[in-house]
């Protein structure tokens, strides 16, 4: 019996991992899972400005979940992130974490991306835009959206930052969205790519000086839709701060607009 007892100790210590190999592979196993998560199923994201106040503030923490567009299209209301469809950002913006350890974690989605954009779908593949009724709201296929549940507006219409109350966008082309801030006069989204003048806008918004505010129909419209294909996936929860965790979901008042 002791030989025996003797010998399985031996075996048990021939096939035992040492500690670090251990960790190791532990290290790996959970790259590997982070690695297939972003991928697949979830990705973490910050909120860079103010302009989806005032539900999401500036450095909030939110989750995108892809499962949702692997069948189907964004839909209206849904708030989605998206990489950029090509000069929406300045290359500063553009440019994500700089640190070797943020981007590392960035890269395995534990930490945020950069060159992303985070907006609310106000339209989709067909729909017509129209900016505005009597009553300040925005026109989709005709129908108002009531938008004053969720979004900040210091202007009397529920139009871009600096354009007019009087634009029409649309019809969407198929394959696209039309996306909006929540924060509604200082969102450079959708509505402001239809009828401005990016360049001198961002200048100005830097503090530099420019001669004139942007003209409406200053840029191609077709600047103003984002391609499906850019969404990596709909907004689902914000969980940082931690006093301001929530599940987030599309406001009823798209519901009118189905």
Not at 106 to 123: N, Q, T
Not at 144 to 163: H, Q
Not at 241 to 258: N, T
Request: charged share 25%.
């Amino acid at each position: 019996m002791p030989d025996e007892a003797s010998a399985a100790d031996k075996a048990g210590k021939r096939h035992s991992m040492p500690l670090w190999q251990e960790s190791l592979l532990l290290m790996g196993l959970a790259v590997v899972l982070a690695l297939v998560v972003k991928t697949f199923l979830v990705q973490a994201f910050y909120i860079p400005s103010g302009s989806m106040e005032p539900g999401l503030e500036v450095n909030d923490r939110i989750l995108v979940q892809k499962v949702s567009y692997w069948t189907d299209e964004p839909q209206r209301g849904d708030i989605v992130v998206f990489e950029d469809p090509g000069s929406w950002l300045s290359p500063a913006e553009s440019a994500g974490p700089t640190g070797a350890v943020a981007s590392t974690l960035s890269r395995i989605g534990l930490y945020p991306a950069g060159g992303h954009l985070v907006k609310r779908v106000v339209g989709v593949a067909g729909d017509t835009i129209t900016c505005c009724d009597d009553q300040g709201r925005l026109l989709v296929n005709g129908e108002p959206l009531d938008s004053s549940d969720f979004t900040r507006n210091d202007r009397d219409c529920d139009g871009p930052m600096i354009a007019s109350c009087e634009w029409s966008a649309g019809p969407v082309p198929e394959g696209s969205v039309f996306v909006m801030g929540d924060h509604r006069d200082d969102s450079a989204d959708s509505s402001f790519h239809l009828s401005c003048d990016v360049t001198k806008e961002r200048e100005r918004r830097r503090g530099d000086e420019v001669e004139a505010a942007p003209e409406a129909g200053s840029c191609d419209a077709g600047d103003a839709y984002v391609a499906t294909d850019l969404v990596v996936g709909k907004v689902f929860a914000r969980v940082w701060p931690a006093s301001r965790f929530s599940l987030l979901d599309k406001p009823d008042a798209f519901d009118a607009l189905d």
